[in-house]
Protein backbone atom coordinates (compact mmCIF):
# COMPACT_ATOMS: atom_id res chain seq x y z
CA UNK A 1 0.00 0.00 0.00
CA UNK A 2 1.25 3.18 -0.97
CA UNK A 3 0.65 5.61 1.69
CA UNK A 4 1.34 8.88 -0.33
CA UNK A 5 -1.08 8.00 -2.92
CA UNK A 6 -3.41 6.21 -0.51
CA UNK A 7 -3.46 10.19 1.59
CA UNK A 8 -4.12 11.94 -1.76
CA UNK A 9 -6.71 9.45 -2.78
CA UNK A 10 -8.99 9.79 0.77
CA UNK A 11 -8.37 13.48 0.35
CA UNK A 12 -10.11 13.46 -3.20
CA UNK A 13 -12.66 11.34 -1.83
CA UNK A 14 -13.60 13.93 0.58
CA UNK A 15 -13.47 16.71 -1.86
CA UNK A 16 -15.78 15.38 -4.66
CA UNK A 17 -17.81 14.02 -1.15
CA UNK A 18 -18.78 17.27 -0.16
CA UNK A 19 -18.87 18.74 -3.96
CA UNK A 20 -21.99 15.85 -5.10
CA UNK A 21 -23.89 16.81 -2.12
CA UNK A 22 -23.57 21.11 -2.41
CA UNK A 23 -24.08 20.83 -6.27
CA UNK A 24 -26.92 22.70 -7.15
CA UNK A 25 -28.24 20.45 -10.13
CA UNK A 26 -29.16 16.98 -9.36
CA UNK A 27 -27.59 16.06 -12.71
CA UNK A 28 -24.35 17.28 -11.89
CA UNK A 29 -24.87 15.37 -8.33
CA UNK A 30 -25.65 12.01 -10.02
CA UNK A 31 -22.35 12.56 -12.38
CA UNK A 32 -20.25 13.48 -9.01
CA UNK A 33 -21.42 10.76 -7.12
CA UNK A 34 -20.45 8.84 -9.95
CA UNK A 35 -16.81 10.28 -9.60
CA UNK A 36 -16.89 9.47 -6.11
CA UNK A 37 -17.76 5.95 -6.23
CA UNK A 38 -14.79 5.55 -9.37
CA UNK A 39 -12.25 7.17 -6.76
CA UNK A 40 -13.46 4.83 -4.01
CA UNK A 41 -12.91 1.83 -6.13
CA UNK A 42 -9.43 3.39 -7.02
CA UNK A 43 -9.10 3.47 -3.40
CA UNK A 44 -9.77 -0.25 -2.58
CA UNK A 45 -7.43 -1.45 -5.26
CA UNK A 46 -4.78 0.59 -3.35
CA UNK A 47 -5.40 -0.92 -0.25
CA UNK A 48 -5.77 -4.78 -2.12
CA UNK A 49 -9.67 -5.37 -1.75
CA UNK A 50 -9.27 -6.27 -5.42
CA UNK A 51 -12.97 -8.27 -5.32
CA UNK A 52 -14.49 -5.24 -3.32
CA UNK A 53 -12.71 -1.98 -6.23
CA UNK A 54 -14.26 -4.87 -9.31
CA UNK A 55 -17.74 -4.88 -7.50
CA UNK A 56 -17.92 -1.12 -6.94
CA UNK A 57 -16.14 -0.22 -10.52
CA UNK A 58 -19.42 -1.76 -12.05
CA UNK A 59 -22.26 -1.69 -9.46
CA UNK A 60 -21.25 1.94 -8.13
CA UNK A 61 -19.49 3.71 -10.46
CA UNK A 62 -21.56 2.04 -13.43
CA UNK A 63 -25.13 0.93 -12.59
CA UNK A 64 -25.83 3.15 -9.75
CA UNK A 65 -24.85 5.95 -12.04
CA UNK A 66 -27.11 4.67 -14.56
CA UNK A 67 -30.04 4.72 -12.28
CA UNK A 68 -29.78 7.88 -10.89
CA UNK A 69 -29.83 9.69 -14.16
CA UNK A 70 -32.63 7.94 -15.00
CA UNK A 71 -34.53 9.21 -12.06
CA UNK A 72 -33.43 12.71 -12.30
CA UNK A 73 -33.86 12.39 -16.12
CA UNK A 74 -37.76 10.99 -15.47
CA UNK A 75 -38.08 13.65 -12.40
CA UNK A 76 -36.71 17.04 -12.04
CA UNK A 77 -33.04 18.35 -12.62
CA UNK A 78 -34.00 21.64 -10.05
CA UNK A 79 -33.16 21.80 -7.07
CA UNK A 80 -32.81 24.20 -3.83
CA UNK A 81 -30.07 23.28 -2.27
CA UNK B 1 4.21 15.74 21.72
CA UNK B 2 3.56 17.14 18.18
CA UNK B 3 5.72 14.47 16.71
CA UNK B 4 3.76 11.92 18.18
CA UNK B 5 0.06 13.70 17.13
CA UNK B 6 1.30 13.61 13.94
CA UNK B 7 2.06 10.18 14.07
CA UNK B 8 -1.33 9.07 15.77
CA UNK B 9 -3.01 11.11 12.97
CA UNK B 10 -1.22 9.63 9.80
CA UNK B 11 -1.20 6.15 11.50
CA UNK B 12 -5.01 6.02 11.31
CA UNK B 13 -5.86 8.49 8.48
CA UNK B 14 -7.65 6.33 6.64
CA UNK B 15 -10.63 5.88 9.60
CA UNK B 16 -10.13 9.56 10.33
CA UNK B 17 -11.39 10.35 6.52
CA UNK B 18 -13.99 7.36 7.22
CA UNK B 19 -15.23 9.55 9.81
CA UNK B 20 -15.23 12.65 8.00
CA UNK B 21 -17.51 10.73 5.16
CA UNK B 22 -19.77 9.34 7.66
CA UNK B 23 -20.46 12.91 8.96
CA UNK B 24 -21.04 14.30 5.27
CA UNK B 25 -23.24 11.46 4.81
CA UNK B 26 -25.24 12.18 8.33
CA UNK B 27 -25.86 16.00 7.81
CA UNK B 28 -26.94 15.28 3.93
CA UNK B 29 -29.73 12.60 5.22
CA UNK B 30 -30.59 15.14 8.28
CA UNK B 31 -30.53 18.70 6.97
CA UNK B 32 -31.00 18.25 3.00
CA UNK B 33 -34.11 19.36 1.55
CA UNK B 34 -34.08 17.33 -1.66
CA UNK B 35 -35.40 13.90 -1.38
CA UNK B 36 -32.11 12.79 -4.31
CA UNK B 37 -29.59 14.79 -2.76
CA UNK B 38 -30.62 12.67 0.56
CA UNK B 39 -30.42 9.65 -1.07
CA UNK B 40 -26.82 10.28 -2.56
CA UNK B 41 -25.56 11.39 1.64
CA UNK B 42 -27.33 7.57 2.09
CA UNK B 43 -25.05 6.15 -0.32
CA UNK B 44 -21.64 8.19 0.53
CA UNK B 45 -22.92 7.02 4.54
CA UNK B 46 -22.74 3.23 2.71
CA UNK B 47 -19.47 3.83 1.26
CA UNK B 48 -17.76 5.55 4.57
CA UNK B 49 -18.67 1.63 6.18
CA UNK B 50 -17.28 0.01 3.13
CA UNK B 51 -14.42 1.75 3.97
CA UNK B 52 -14.05 1.37 7.46
CA UNK B 53 -14.36 -2.42 7.22
CA UNK B 54 -11.31 -2.16 4.53
CA UNK B 55 -9.30 -0.71 6.42
CA UNK B 56 -9.62 -3.43 9.08
CA UNK B 57 -8.72 -6.42 6.63
CA UNK B 58 -5.58 -4.07 5.46
CA UNK B 59 -2.24 -5.95 6.57
CA UNK B 60 1.15 -4.59 6.59
CA UNK B 61 3.04 -6.65 4.61
CA UNK B 62 0.12 -8.79 2.80
CA UNK B 63 -0.32 -9.11 -0.43
CA UNK B 64 -4.09 -9.96 -2.51
CA UNK B 65 -6.12 -12.42 -1.15
CA UNK B 66 -5.48 -15.43 -3.61
CA UNK B 67 -3.29 -17.87 -3.18
CA UNK B 68 0.08 -17.97 -4.68
CA UNK B 69 0.42 -21.45 -6.75
CA UNK B 70 -2.97 -22.21 -7.16
CA UNK B 71 -2.91 -24.35 -9.83
CA UNK B 72 -1.91 -27.93 -8.17
CA UNK B 73 0.75 -27.05 -6.32
CA UNK B 74 -0.62 -28.73 -2.91
CA UNK B 75 2.68 -28.73 -1.19
CA UNK B 76 3.33 -25.24 -0.59
CA UNK B 77 2.52 -24.28 2.94
CA UNK B 78 0.05 -21.19 2.96
CA UNK B 79 1.11 -18.61 5.86
CA UNK B 80 -1.98 -15.90 6.89
CA UNK B 81 0.43 -13.27 7.54
CA UNK B 82 0.92 -13.38 3.60
CA UNK B 83 -2.39 -12.31 2.75
CA UNK B 84 -4.71 -9.66 3.59
CA UNK B 85 -7.62 -10.67 5.61
CA UNK B 86 -10.30 -12.07 3.53
CA UNK B 87 -13.60 -11.78 5.53
CA UNK B 88 -14.22 -7.69 5.82
CA UNK B 89 -13.59 -7.69 1.47
CA UNK B 90 -16.56 -10.66 1.33
CA UNK B 91 -18.51 -8.20 3.85
CA UNK B 92 -18.19 -5.54 1.69
CA UNK B 93 -18.16 -7.02 -1.41
CA UNK B 94 -22.08 -8.71 -0.93
CA UNK B 95 -22.93 -4.75 1.12
CA UNK B 96 -22.48 -2.96 -2.11
CA UNK B 97 -24.54 -5.13 -4.52
CA UNK B 98 -27.27 -4.61 -1.19
CA UNK B 99 -26.47 -0.58 -1.07
CA UNK B 100 -27.23 -0.68 -5.20
CA UNK B 101 -30.29 -2.52 -4.51
CA UNK B 102 -31.65 -0.27 -1.99
CA UNK B 103 -30.66 2.68 -4.17
CA UNK B 104 -33.09 1.26 -6.44
CA UNK B 105 -36.27 1.18 -3.99
CA UNK B 106 -35.52 5.14 -2.68
CA UNK B 107 -35.01 6.13 -6.14
CA UNK B 108 -38.65 4.31 -7.01
CA UNK B 109 -39.46 5.68 -4.18
CA UNK B 110 -38.29 9.09 -5.16
CA UNK B 111 -40.12 9.02 -8.59
CA UNK B 112 -43.48 7.56 -6.81
CA UNK B 113 -43.39 11.12 -4.74
CA UNK B 114 -43.22 13.21 -7.91
CA UNK B 115 -45.38 11.34 -9.84
CA UNK B 116 -47.94 12.38 -6.94
CA UNK B 117 -46.93 15.73 -5.99
CA UNK B 118 -44.85 17.28 -8.80
CA UNK B 119 -41.97 17.94 -6.43
CA UNK B 120 -38.99 16.79 -5.15
CA UNK B 121 -38.49 19.00 -1.94
CA UNK B 122 -39.58 18.40 0.82
CA UNK B 123 -40.78 21.25 2.56
CA UNK B 124 -42.98 21.59 -0.88
CA UNK B 125 -43.93 18.04 -0.29
CA UNK B 126 -45.50 18.83 3.03
CA UNK B 127 -46.91 21.98 2.07
CA UNK B 128 -49.08 19.89 -0.76
CA UNK B 129 -49.66 17.18 1.91
CA UNK B 130 -51.68 20.19 4.38
CA UNK B 131 -53.29 21.49 1.65
CA UNK B 132 -55.32 18.61 1.11
CA UNK C 1 -32.46 21.38 10.43
CA UNK C 2 -29.57 22.82 8.58
CA UNK C 3 -28.34 23.38 12.37
CA UNK C 4 -29.55 20.60 14.16
CA UNK C 5 -28.37 18.18 11.38
CA UNK C 6 -24.58 19.80 11.96
CA UNK C 7 -24.93 19.38 15.13
CA UNK C 8 -25.97 15.57 15.55
CA UNK C 9 -23.49 15.15 12.46
CA UNK C 10 -20.37 16.45 14.69
CA UNK C 11 -21.87 14.90 18.05
CA UNK C 12 -21.74 11.75 15.88
CA UNK C 13 -18.22 12.05 14.70
CA UNK C 14 -16.68 13.52 17.97
CA UNK C 15 -18.18 10.31 19.50
CA UNK C 16 -16.33 8.05 16.64
CA UNK C 17 -13.05 10.23 16.88
CA UNK C 18 -13.24 9.06 20.63
CA UNK C 19 -13.53 6.14 19.78
CA UNK C 20 -10.71 5.37 16.95
CA UNK C 21 -8.40 6.40 19.70
CA UNK C 22 -8.16 2.92 20.80
CA UNK C 23 -7.49 1.18 17.32
CA UNK C 24 -5.08 -0.33 16.14
CA UNK C 25 -2.84 1.55 14.30
CA UNK C 26 -3.76 0.39 10.00
CA UNK C 27 -1.95 -2.41 8.49
CA UNK C 28 -1.25 -3.47 12.05
CA UNK C 29 -1.13 -7.72 11.70
CA UNK C 30 -2.23 -8.60 15.22
CA UNK C 31 -4.83 -6.61 15.08
CA UNK C 32 -8.11 -8.62 16.90
CA UNK C 33 -9.96 -8.65 13.25
CA UNK C 34 -7.00 -10.63 11.72
CA UNK C 35 -5.93 -12.88 14.18
CA UNK C 36 -9.70 -14.72 15.32
CA UNK C 37 -11.33 -16.55 12.11
CA UNK C 38 -9.39 -15.19 8.73
CA UNK C 39 -6.33 -17.09 9.66
CA UNK C 40 -8.19 -20.36 9.34
CA UNK C 41 -9.90 -19.13 6.29
CA UNK C 42 -6.64 -18.01 4.62
CA UNK C 43 -4.65 -21.22 5.41
CA UNK C 44 -7.48 -24.09 4.75
CA UNK C 45 -8.80 -22.74 1.68
CA UNK C 46 -6.75 -24.48 -0.57
CA UNK C 47 -6.95 -28.38 1.25
CA UNK C 48 -10.85 -27.79 1.99
CA UNK C 49 -12.02 -26.42 -1.46
CA UNK C 50 -9.50 -25.96 -4.06
CA UNK C 51 -10.29 -22.34 -4.84
CA UNK C 52 -7.12 -19.96 -4.55
CA UNK C 53 -9.13 -16.90 -4.37
CA UNK C 54 -10.01 -16.58 -0.66
CA UNK C 55 -12.91 -14.16 -1.29
CA UNK C 56 -14.67 -16.44 -3.38
CA UNK C 57 -14.55 -19.41 -1.12
CA UNK C 58 -15.52 -17.12 1.86
CA UNK C 59 -18.21 -15.88 -0.21
CA UNK C 60 -20.08 -19.10 -1.08
CA UNK C 61 -19.24 -21.64 0.63
CA UNK C 62 -18.06 -20.71 4.50
CA UNK C 63 -20.24 -17.68 4.37
CA UNK C 64 -23.07 -19.40 2.29
CA UNK C 65 -26.16 -18.79 4.41
CA UNK C 66 -24.88 -14.89 4.11
CA UNK C 67 -24.75 -14.54 0.52
CA UNK C 68 -27.87 -16.55 0.06
CA UNK C 69 -29.86 -13.90 2.24
CA UNK C 70 -28.29 -11.14 -0.15
CA UNK C 71 -29.06 -12.85 -3.01
CA UNK C 72 -32.97 -12.98 -1.32
CA UNK C 73 -32.82 -9.12 -0.31
CA UNK C 74 -31.51 -8.13 -3.99
CA UNK C 75 -34.58 -10.17 -5.38
CA UNK C 76 -37.04 -8.17 -2.56
CA UNK C 77 -35.57 -5.00 -3.75
CA UNK C 78 -36.16 -5.96 -7.45
CA UNK C 79 -39.93 -7.17 -6.44
CA UNK C 80 -40.47 -3.94 -4.29
CA UNK C 81 -39.47 -1.43 -7.14
CA UNK C 82 -41.77 -3.49 -9.48
CA UNK C 83 -44.90 -3.17 -7.06
CA UNK C 84 -44.22 0.62 -6.12
CA UNK C 85 -44.01 2.22 -9.42
CA UNK C 86 -45.87 -0.87 -12.33
CA UNK C 87 -48.82 0.97 -14.37
CA UNK C 88 -50.54 -1.22 -16.03
CA UNK C 89 -53.65 1.30 -16.99
CA UNK C 90 -52.89 2.66 -20.62
CA UNK C 91 -53.47 6.29 -21.08
CA UNK C 92 -52.62 6.73 -24.67
CA UNK C 93 -50.70 9.71 -25.60
CA UNK C 94 -52.21 12.20 -27.32
CA UNK C 95 -49.59 12.33 -30.60
CA UNK C 96 -46.49 9.69 -31.19
CA UNK C 97 -43.76 10.53 -32.95
CA UNK C 98 -42.46 8.76 -35.66
CA UNK C 99 -39.01 9.18 -37.51
CA UNK C 100 -38.02 8.46 -41.30
CA UNK C 101 -35.32 5.76 -41.23
CA UNK C 102 -33.77 6.75 -44.49
CA UNK C 103 -33.79 11.25 -44.30
CA UNK C 104 -34.63 11.73 -40.59
CA UNK C 105 -37.68 13.36 -40.79
CA UNK C 106 -39.59 13.23 -38.02
CA UNK C 107 -43.64 13.44 -38.31
CA UNK C 108 -46.32 13.39 -35.41
CA UNK C 109 -49.16 10.86 -35.64
CA UNK C 110 -52.40 11.33 -34.12
CA UNK C 111 -53.48 8.62 -30.91
CA UNK C 112 -54.86 5.51 -33.08
CA UNK C 113 -53.30 5.95 -36.49
CA UNK C 114 -50.53 4.48 -37.81
CA UNK C 115 -47.50 6.27 -39.77
CA UNK C 116 -48.08 6.44 -43.65
CA UNK C 117 -45.33 3.72 -44.35
CA UNK C 118 -43.32 1.17 -42.23
CA UNK C 119 -40.56 3.06 -43.35
CA UNK C 120 -41.17 4.81 -40.32
CA UNK C 121 -39.48 4.25 -36.57
CA UNK C 122 -41.03 4.94 -33.46
CA UNK C 123 -38.86 7.25 -31.21
CA UNK C 124 -39.33 8.72 -27.83
CA UNK C 125 -40.92 12.21 -27.09
CA UNK C 126 -37.95 13.59 -25.34
CA UNK C 127 -35.01 14.84 -27.37
CA UNK C 128 -34.05 12.18 -29.43
CA UNK C 129 -31.05 12.68 -32.20
CA UNK C 130 -30.76 10.49 -34.83
CA UNK C 131 -27.04 8.44 -33.57
CA UNK C 132 -25.91 6.17 -35.71
CA UNK C 133 -22.72 6.29 -34.41
CA UNK C 134 -23.41 4.88 -30.96
CA UNK C 135 -26.68 2.61 -31.84
CA UNK C 136 -23.97 0.74 -34.13
CA UNK C 137 -20.89 0.69 -31.21
CA UNK C 138 -23.18 -0.18 -29.07
CA UNK C 139 -24.76 -3.15 -30.95
CA UNK C 140 -21.53 -4.26 -31.57
CA UNK C 141 -19.45 -3.90 -27.92
CA UNK C 142 -22.96 -5.62 -26.27
CA UNK C 143 -21.49 -9.29 -27.02
CA UNK C 144 -18.20 -8.69 -26.11
CA UNK C 145 -19.81 -7.24 -22.60
CA UNK C 146 -21.34 -10.17 -22.32
CA UNK C 147 -18.54 -12.65 -22.71
CA UNK C 148 -16.43 -10.68 -20.82
CA UNK C 149 -19.18 -11.00 -17.98
CA UNK C 150 -19.69 -14.92 -18.55
CA UNK C 151 -15.77 -14.78 -18.10
CA UNK C 152 -15.80 -12.98 -14.92
CA UNK C 153 -18.30 -15.49 -12.97
CA UNK C 154 -16.71 -18.47 -14.99
CA UNK C 155 -13.22 -17.73 -13.62
CA UNK C 156 -14.07 -16.21 -9.96
CA UNK C 157 -12.22 -19.16 -8.50
CA UNK C 158 -8.70 -18.17 -9.24
CA UNK C 159 -9.36 -14.11 -10.27
CA UNK C 160 -11.26 -11.70 -8.64
CA UNK C 161 -14.83 -11.76 -9.98
CA UNK C 162 -18.02 -14.13 -9.62
CA UNK C 163 -21.66 -13.71 -9.60
CA UNK C 164 -22.39 -10.52 -8.25
CA UNK C 165 -19.80 -8.57 -10.99
CA UNK C 166 -20.81 -11.03 -13.79
CA UNK C 167 -24.74 -10.84 -13.08
CA UNK C 168 -24.13 -7.01 -12.88
CA UNK C 169 -22.48 -6.96 -16.18
CA UNK C 170 -24.41 -8.82 -18.07
CA UNK C 171 -27.36 -6.56 -16.67
CA UNK C 172 -25.20 -3.68 -17.66
CA UNK C 173 -25.29 -5.19 -21.25
CA UNK C 174 -28.74 -5.01 -21.61
CA UNK C 175 -29.29 -1.38 -19.86
CA UNK C 176 -26.76 -0.47 -22.54
CA UNK C 177 -28.94 -1.78 -25.17
CA UNK C 178 -31.49 0.09 -23.44
CA UNK C 179 -29.91 3.40 -23.38
CA UNK C 180 -28.13 3.15 -26.96
CA UNK C 181 -31.52 2.10 -28.95
CA UNK C 182 -34.60 2.46 -26.72
CA UNK C 183 -36.47 0.59 -24.13
CA UNK C 184 -39.33 -0.63 -26.43
CA UNK C 185 -36.14 -2.79 -28.53
CA UNK C 186 -34.59 -4.27 -25.34
CA UNK C 187 -37.91 -5.12 -23.83
CA UNK C 188 -38.27 -7.13 -26.84
CA UNK C 189 -35.36 -8.51 -26.56
CA UNK C 190 -35.86 -9.73 -23.20
CA UNK C 191 -39.45 -9.62 -22.10
CA UNK C 192 -40.97 -8.66 -18.52
CA UNK C 193 -41.74 -11.74 -17.52
CA UNK C 194 -38.76 -13.10 -18.51
CA UNK C 195 -36.73 -10.82 -16.41
CA UNK C 196 -38.94 -11.75 -13.16
CA UNK C 197 -38.74 -15.18 -13.94
CA UNK C 198 -35.04 -14.71 -14.20
CA UNK C 199 -34.63 -13.02 -11.04
CA UNK C 200 -36.61 -15.71 -8.99
CA UNK C 201 -34.87 -18.48 -11.17
CA UNK C 202 -31.07 -17.22 -9.79
CA UNK C 203 -32.57 -17.79 -5.80
CA UNK C 204 -34.20 -20.76 -6.69
CA UNK C 205 -30.82 -22.09 -8.18
CA UNK C 206 -28.98 -20.63 -4.77
CA UNK C 207 -31.55 -22.59 -2.19
CA UNK C 208 -32.22 -25.48 -4.41
CA UNK C 209 -28.21 -26.20 -4.67
CA UNK C 210 -28.52 -26.30 -0.65
CA UNK C 211 -31.22 -28.78 -0.77
CA UNK C 212 -29.69 -30.72 -3.41
CA UNK C 213 -27.20 -31.29 -0.62
CA UNK C 214 -29.70 -31.94 2.17
CA UNK C 215 -31.00 -34.54 0.04
CA UNK C 216 -27.74 -36.42 -0.44
CA UNK C 217 -27.83 -36.69 3.30
CA UNK C 218 -25.34 -33.64 4.28
CA UNK C 219 -25.62 -30.48 5.80
CA UNK C 220 -27.46 -27.36 3.94
CA UNK C 221 -25.21 -25.81 1.33
CA UNK C 222 -22.31 -27.99 2.19
CA UNK C 223 -21.22 -28.98 -1.21
CA UNK C 224 -19.24 -31.74 -0.62
CA UNK C 225 -22.28 -34.31 -0.57
CA UNK C 226 -22.31 -33.46 -4.59
CA UNK C 227 -19.72 -35.54 -4.83
CA UNK C 228 -21.24 -38.52 -6.11
CA UNK C 229 -23.54 -36.97 -8.05
CA UNK C 230 -20.65 -34.59 -10.08
CA UNK C 231 -18.56 -38.04 -9.65
CA UNK C 232 -15.66 -35.69 -8.28
CA UNK C 233 -13.81 -35.87 -5.22
CA UNK C 234 -15.17 -33.59 -1.93
CA UNK C 235 -12.92 -31.25 -2.33
CA UNK C 236 -13.64 -30.79 -6.07
CA UNK C 237 -17.16 -30.82 -5.77
CA UNK C 238 -17.23 -28.28 -3.41
CA UNK C 239 -14.86 -25.95 -5.88
CA UNK C 240 -17.92 -26.71 -8.25
CA UNK C 241 -21.06 -26.09 -5.66
CA UNK C 242 -19.06 -22.64 -5.75
CA UNK C 243 -19.88 -22.71 -9.40
CA UNK C 244 -23.12 -23.19 -9.35
CA UNK C 245 -24.23 -20.74 -6.46
CA UNK C 246 -22.22 -18.03 -8.10
CA UNK C 247 -24.44 -18.95 -11.62
CA UNK C 248 -27.61 -19.00 -9.46
CA UNK C 249 -25.94 -15.47 -7.63
CA UNK C 250 -25.47 -13.60 -11.27
CA UNK C 251 -28.97 -14.62 -12.91
CA UNK C 252 -30.55 -12.92 -9.85
CA UNK C 253 -28.61 -10.08 -10.13
CA UNK C 254 -28.91 -9.83 -13.63
CA UNK C 255 -32.60 -9.79 -13.90
CA UNK C 256 -33.22 -7.21 -10.97
CA UNK C 257 -30.62 -4.71 -12.31
CA UNK C 258 -32.61 -4.87 -15.85
CA UNK C 259 -35.36 -4.85 -13.68
CA UNK C 260 -35.15 -1.91 -11.66
CA UNK C 261 -33.61 -0.14 -14.55
CA UNK C 262 -36.74 -0.76 -16.64
CA UNK C 263 -39.09 0.40 -13.96
CA UNK C 264 -37.35 3.44 -12.94
CA UNK C 265 -36.24 5.05 -16.24
CA UNK C 266 -40.06 4.50 -17.95
CA UNK C 267 -41.81 5.38 -14.43
CA UNK C 268 -43.20 1.71 -14.25
CA UNK C 269 -45.01 2.36 -18.26
CA UNK C 270 -42.60 0.21 -20.13
CA UNK C 271 -43.04 2.35 -22.73
CA UNK C 272 -40.43 5.72 -23.20
CA UNK C 273 -37.08 5.01 -21.31
CA UNK C 274 -34.15 6.60 -21.03
Known amino acids: MLWQLDLAVLTLVVVVGIGSIMVKDLLGAAIMFGAYSFLMCLLWSIMGAVDVAFTEASVGAGVSTVFFVAAVFRTTRRTKD | MMGEFMQAVIAKYNYWIYITLMMIGLYAMIAKNNLIKKIVGMNIFQTAIILFYVSIGVKKGGTLPIVEHGHGAHAHAVHAADYLNPLPHVLMLTAIVVSVATLGVALALGVKVYREYQTLEEDEILARIREK | MKVVGLIIALLAGSLLVYATADFPPLGDPNSPASVHVSPRYIEKTMEETDVPNIVTSVLADYRGYDTMFETTVIFCAGVACFLLLRVYRREEPQERLYRHVLTGVTIHVKAGKLP ?53 MLGASVIVLAMSQDLRTAVRRLREKADALMCATGVFIYAGTGALCLLLGSNFLDYSALAPVLHVDPIMARSHGIFMVEVGVGVAVMGVMIWIYNNVSSMGKYDEGL
Open chain 3, 116 to 168: PSPDFERIDSAWTPHDLIIKTICRLLIPFIQLFALYVIAHGHHSPGGGFQGGV
